[in-house]
């Protein structure tokens, strides 16, 4: 089942891009559109790709107009071919002019990130890796953009430094030999319920994590071999991340070494947005 944002967060963030996009009205519409006028429009897809966004591209246009009437033709999550109607708009001419570029903005973003993941989730299956975001999300659009992730078949990681441990190459740089102690003196301090999660650069690295305790080992920019060889040593006692820069063509590879979760930071922080238009009849 998707897990769906909630709807005081997505009307927050839709309302500070209409005032960041609008702050005195829009003065094009203003002077060129009858404040009478009357239209209506389609949201078409310009390309094939994955759902994910309606209901942030209906939030920007009602809280631009209560009035507006969307009409939602494609459920999050479900593929779309080039031309499919995935909405209908209707309502004032300046209201749908006035919250055009945000709605679009948004759906198109989210749909790019929801495509994009579904390549990766459909290029590992039959292995049990998991494709999973991280925290390379634009700022103030991690909601939207995790559960576009989600509409496109993949997991979300910790969703902030207030999440989970993980320690990182800089904090273990910070801690030198001292890592086991220290995560073993973290695992008595924290909850029960806290997953703690390590990453390591080399081999040599992932007995001394392991002694500490970490639930999860990240395998961060590991060879294809000795990704392989970091699974047999790790030997079930944890859960395997692979990490580092993974991309479309490799993730098969990376997969099929045995590994738990696979990382892709490329899912929010490089997508592209997809082609998506408002067209008005």
Same mark, same amino acid.
């Given at each position: ?40 429009? !389609? ?44 909405? $209908?708009?209707?309502? &004032? ?21 929801? $495509? ?5 989730? =459909?290029?590992? !299956? ?35 430094? &207030?999440?989970?441990?993980?320690? =990182? ?7 030198? &030999? ?91 922080? &490089? ?11």
């Amino acid at each position: 089942m998707l897990m769906p944002m909630e709807m005081r967060e997505i009307e927050r963030v839709v309302a500070l891009a209409l005032v960041e996009d609008a702050p005195w009205g829009d003065l094009t519409s203003q002077v060129l559109v009858p404040a009478d006028a009357m239209a209506s429009a !389609e949201l078409v897809a310009r390309e094939e790709g994955v759902m994910s966004g309606g209901e942030v591209f209906e939030a920007a246009m009602r809280l631009t107009d209560a009035s507006v009437m969307v009409n939602l033709l494609v459920d999050e999550g479900a593929r779309f071919a080039k031309g499919d109607v995935l909405a $209908t708009v209707n309502g &004032s001419a300046r209201s749908i002019l006035q919250a055009e570029r945000v709605a679009l903005n948004f759906v198109q973003r989210m749909a790019g990130i929801a $495509t994009l993941t579904a390549s990766f989730v =459909k290029a590992v !299956e039959g292995t049990t890796a998991r494709i999973v975001d991280t925290r390379k999300t634009t700022p103030g659009l991690r909601a939207f953009e995790r559960y576009a992730v989600r509409c496109g078949g993949g997991r979300n990681h910790r969703y902030s430094l &207030s999440d989970a441990v993980m320690a =990182k190459d800089n904090h273990l740089a910070v801690l030198g &030999s001292g890592v086991t102690a220290a995560l073993m003196a973290a695992k008595k301090a924290l909850p029960h319920t806290v997953h703690v999660e390590v990453e390591v650069d080399r081999l040599e690295q992932i007995e001394a994590v392991l002694a500490g305790g970490a639930d999860t080992v990240m395998l961060d920019n590991f060879s294809l071999d000795d990704m392989r060889a970091g699974v047999a040593q790790i030997a079930g006692r944890a859960l395997v991340e692979a990490s580092g820069g993974v991309k479309l063509e490799q993730v098969r590879a990376i997969a099929e070494t045995g590994v738990d979760v696979i990382s892709v930071g490329a899912l929010t922080h &490089s997508v592209r947005a997809l082609d998506l238009g408002l067209d008005f009849a």
